[in-house]
């Protein structure tokens, strides 16, 4: 069930909170010009090309999230006072770099930071992860009224909007109808918008000392679904796979994930179970997958059975995520 206070209300699940840092104006383009050193209202204004209010607005809101702080005195530039960036402000640096990187791939062409049409993919991409959106659709194409029954949180007006907002933005697209209803299916762009997810959910596990919406199961589970089938892998390689994330839950550990079945290099079925017979397996906390994933680093993840097939899987999931995407080798240096 999304995580909501009153039917409609997204309070968020793990990742959007940064993800709204970014997807708000001009916020990359202020922590942009503070990485270059600490810099005065006025020249973040000029930069920029916001209204002073919207640029004090948003400075409170990235002070608030204690991306950046103030520093008086030294007469800077003529000054009495500037920002500049937080380690969690310099740690939101590759993030931005991983959204653009997605972004600069939409369909609807390159979108960058700064436009409309980037503030409405990265809310869109927001809105239906903290709806469950992604996780349900993942699994199969659905209609509206098929995800009006699968989510009580929302109603159909509200499910409709952020279908529609999906769909413009180029993340979903429509399948033939089937009876009177439109089934909506991802796109490859989409299944790509794992990317930032996972880089934001990251940074708020590093940042936000606990506070953050805590991953669930239901996000491990969208995430898979949504990534693995971008694998792309040998042609002669047929096999079965357990990708598993151990989560916390109270004092006991639940373990969630997807069984990968491949035949000769191509997915050919994902689903979010973890029972049956495998030819490898990979398993870790979540920590371990973000690095593995991220930094295609999986000395934290426990690898069995054909460990080299474990680690082709671990690879490609990598590689069609964040290969090539801007920042992806700096992200968290």
């Given amino acids: 069930m999304v995580n909501v206070s009153k039917r409609g209300e997204v309070r968020g699940r793990a990742g959007a909170y940064a993800l709204s840092l970014l997807g708000t104006s001009p916020n990359a383009t202020v922590l942009r010009a503070l990485a270059e050193g600490p810099t005065g209202l006025a020249e973040l204004q000029a930069r920029g090309g916001a209204p002073g209010s919207t640029l004090r ?38 993030v931005a770099e991983i959204v653009e990187g997605w972004l600069d791939g939409s369909p609807n062409g390159g979108r960058g930071f700064g436009g409309d049409a980037a503030k409405a993919a990265i ?32 109603n159909y007006p509200s499910l409709e909007r952020r279908i529609a907002a999906m769909r413009h933005a180029g993340q979903v697209e429509a399948r033939p109808m089937q009876g009177r209803e439109t089934p909506y299916a991802v796109t490859d762009w989409l299944r790509r918008g794992v990317a930032p997810l996972l880089a934001a959910i990251r940074w708020e ?66 689903v979010s179970r973890l029972d049956g017979d495998v030819d490898a397996w990979a398993s870790g906390s979540i920590g371990a997958w973000l690095e593995a994933l991220i930094d295609r680093d999986e000395e934290s993840l426990e690898l069995g059975g054909d460990g080299r097939l474990a680690r082709t899987l671990i690879a490609g999931l990598h590689d069609a995520l964040f290969a090539g995407a801007p920042g992806r080798d700096e992200a968290f240096a």
Avoid: Q
Wanted: charged share 25%.
């Fill in 57 to 94: 607005a948003r400075i409170r809101d990235l002070f608030d999230a204690d991306v950046i702080a103030t520093r008086r005195g030294c007469a800077f530039r003529g000054r009495s006072k500037a920002y500049e960036l937080t380690d969690a402000g310099e740690d939101l640096l590759p």
């Fill in 205 to 270: 596990r590093r940042h936000l000392n606990g506070s953050g919406a805590p991953l669930a199961g239901l996000d491990v589970e969208a995430a898979l679904l949504l990534a693995v089938p971008l694998l792309e892998l040998d042609s002669g390689l047929s096999s079965a796979c357990r990708l598993a994330v151990e989560l916390p839950s109270g004092k006991e550990v639940r373990v969630v994930g997807v069984l990968a079945g491949i035949e000769d290099g191509s997915v050919t079925s994902c």
């Fill in 123 to 154: 809310g869109a991409l927001a809105e239906g992860w903290s709806a469950t959106l992604l996780r349900a659709l993942a699994a199969r194409p659905l209609s509206i009224a098929d995800l009006d029954s699968l989510i009580n949180a929302f």
